[in-house]
């Protein structure tokens, strides 16, 4: 039977082996009999450059390269690794897709993206969005000395956990408003996203007909993966051993 995996918000890093581990499994005993295998950003706690190079960040490339010999593999960015070029990809044999992707999945057209644009609510982190993917920010960041980047990625990520525990759990979701916005501007009816954190498969309306909002899962747990075929949806857990 032909299927394809999604996943996303993996946050890899050396200090949690459990999900190195459980991403290891699922890539040569899953991803590796898949159509496709589609990762939908946040792979890396956090990216500081191509050029640091590091055994840990050689060996994901590695087993994400030997996949890509039997599946293709594609790739859009997170808001932790949004800083991931072509360098990297291409050692792990990953296609860049767009922010925003449209595929053919078995005769569906679905919409692709990380899913943190679509957090409008949260106002403070939208403006540093637009700031860190437009043209200058990322330039300046990355001739930085890769001390520097490390130490301002640390502090990033310090600030972020301080701000997530005053927001309203309803600012770091998705805007409902926001999904039928995006999906109507693509002219679809189902959109798979991650971001959020909080998996499940949503029904809602969106140009005039019924919909379909797929989240994908973090990996901080378990192993989050969705699995689809041309008539199934299935959003699978794979166990820490």
């Not at 927001?167 to 805007?175: S, Y």
Request: glycine share 6%; charged share 25%.
């Amino acid at each position: 039977m032909s299927f394809t995996y999604f996943i996303a918000d993996l946050h890899l890093s050396a200090d949690r082996p459990d999900i190195t581990e459980c991403l290891m499994r699922f890539l040569k005993e899953d991803a590796i009999n898949a159509d496709a295998l589609y990762v939908l950003g946040d792979l890396f706690e956090v990216w500081i450059g191509d050029d640091n190079v590091t055994p840990f960040n050689t060996a994901i490339a590695s087993a994400f390269k030997e996949v890509s010999q039997h599946c293709p593999i594609y790739f859009i960015h997170g808001n932790r690794d949004f800083a991931i070029r072509e360098k990297w990809l291409s050692k792990a044999g990953m296609t860049l897709l767009n922010e925003q992707e449209v595929i053919d999945l078995y005769g569906t057209p679905t919409l692709l993206t990380h899913g943190d644009e679509l957090c409008t609510r949260d106002v403070a982190y939208q403006k540093f969005r637009k700031k860190s993917r437009g043209w200058w920010w990322p330039r300046l960041m990355l001739a930085l000395p890769l001390w520097y980047r490390q130490r301002v990625a640390d502090n990033g990520r310090a600030e972020s956990k301080e701000k997530q525990q005053n927001l309203k759990p309803e600012i770091m979701d998705v805007t409902p408003e926001e999904v039928v916005k995006v999906m109507e501007k693509w002219g679809v009816q189902r959109m798979i996203h991650g971001h959020t954190h909080r998996p499940n498969i949503h029904s809602l309306k969106a140009n005039g007909k019924s919909a379909t909002r797929i989240v994908l899962g973090d990996w901080y747990d378990q192993g989050s993966v969705l699995r689809v075929t041309a008539d199934e949806v299935l959003l699978e857990k794979h166990n820490f051993n």
